[in-house]
């Protein structure tokens, strides 16, 4: 007698989920004890542990309680028939494999199991080597889906990395162009470094997951990047802006928008970053004027460390040198609920408070 359990079907177990023992089981639902005997003693004599059930309840509860990996089953039965329990097992154990058995013989019947997903049929009465041959059959198909799913999931798993390493790619390119822009302008120059950090310290206060606070981190580095589509000699003028002038400026949220959305795919907060920093809690901001917690959270954290930054080394303050740290602290608490988010603000003041994060200092370029 050949055994059903081939070297092949052995081979399977590592990616079969229902291998927890390194015996497969089988179940055999059958409402004629004698025909149900003859089939669990030809599956014990092949290797597997056997469970049996007399109708598609007994054997979704067997399931339950140890999952099988071949299902053999009769198609009339009481209570609960094959079909019925085919559809069952096919939403909770898709990787189970089934085959159908049935005194009718007619082609309707074996066309409705395969296309609800039994892997083969047999009719009654059936000659346990065609049993064998089937079930060999059956399990080396199961095997090959298996195989097959398992191969395109690490094909996906390697083009998901492989556009993550080119997201990088661009994006480490992209922060090189925002730090070369901002390293020719004493009073921009290492800004998004500085808001990266003041931006991350807010978010880890604020206990936010992970992924959001390394978005924050990278998104305060590349928040400004709209500036490269900036006129230079507005970019670095040093009086004050005329209205046509800062709206050019205020343009740079939206093209930094469109540059970063045409690459980046997987990071919706460092888009939201780049668009809504500059806007403002009662809803008077740019571009979209959002009001509120419909500005994404990062948004807001970024914003208060853009506004602090700004604040304590931009240009708008180079004559008194720049606000002192209580000064702009003031500052941002006196502006949290109309421009800045007041749990942003608060803590922020408590990172500094606990030392979290200190006043970062100005690049000097002047001599
Ligand atoms: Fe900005
Ligand atoms: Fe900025």
């Known amino acids: 007698m050949t055994a059903i359990l081939t070297h092949d079907f052995a081979a399977s177990a590592g990616l079969d989920p229902f291998a927890g ?6 179940l055999v639902v059958d409402d004629e004890p004698r025909l149900r005997q003859i089939l669990v003693r ?11 059930a007399s109708n598609g309840f007994e054997a979704l509860a067997q399931m339950e309680a140890h999952p099988s990996t071949l299902i053999l089953t009769d198609i009339e039965m009481p209570q609960m028939d094959g079909f019925a329990l085919l559809r069952e097992l096919r939403v909770r154990w898709p990787d189970a494999a089934v085959m159908m058995i049935s005194g009718n013989g007619d082609v309707q019947t074996a066309v409705s199991c395969l296309s609800v997903g039994a892997l083969d ?3 009654k009465p059936f000659h346990l080597d065609e049993v064998r041959a089937r079930i060999t059959s059956v399990l080396e198909r199961r095997r090959l889906v298996l195989e097959n799913r398992e191969y395109q999931t690490r094909l996906e798993q390697k083009v998901q990395a492989q556009a ?6 661009f994006l480490g390119g992209v922060q090189a162009l925002a730090e070369a822009l901002e390293a020719k302008d004493p009073y921009t120059h290492g800004h998004s470094v500085r808001v990266s950090q003041y931006g991350t310290a807010i978010a880890r206060r604020l206990e936010l997951p992970p ?3 390394r978005a924050v981190t990278l998104g305060g580095r590349l928040h400004d990047i709209g500036k490269i589509g900036v006129r230079e ?11 046509e002038e800062y709206a050019h400026v205020m343009t740079h949220m939206t093209v930094g928008w469109k540059i970063l959305s045409a690459m980046v795919v997987d990071q919706p907060e460092l888009l939201n970053i780049v668009r809504y920093h500059h806007e403002r809690m009662d809803g008077a901001g740019l571009p979209d004027g959002v009001k509120g917690a419909d500005i994404p959270l990062e948004a807001r954290i970024v ?7 700004a604040m304590t080394s931009g240009r708008r303050y180079r004559d008194d040198g720049g606000k002192q740290l209580p000064e702009a602290l003031k500052e941002l608490r006196r ?4 421009q800045f988010d007041p749990d942003c603000v608060n803590a922020f003041v408590d990172a500094f408070q606990s030392g979290d994060v200190t006043l970062l200092a100005r690049v000097d370029l002047q001599q």
């Open 335 to 338: 502006c949290a609920g109309t």
């Open 121 to 123: 049929y047999l009719t």
């Open 303 to 309: 914003s208060v460390a853009d506004s602090f930054d």
């Open 164 to 169: 993550r390493r080119i997201e990088q790619q």
């Open 21 to 26: 023992s390194a015996v497969p089981r089988c």
């Open 211 to 213: 992924n959001v606070i």
């Open 42 to 52: 030809v599956m014990r004599a092949d290797g597997f542990v056997v469970d049996e």
């Open 233 to 243: 000699e507005i970019l670095s003028k040093p009086a004050r802006l005329t209205t």
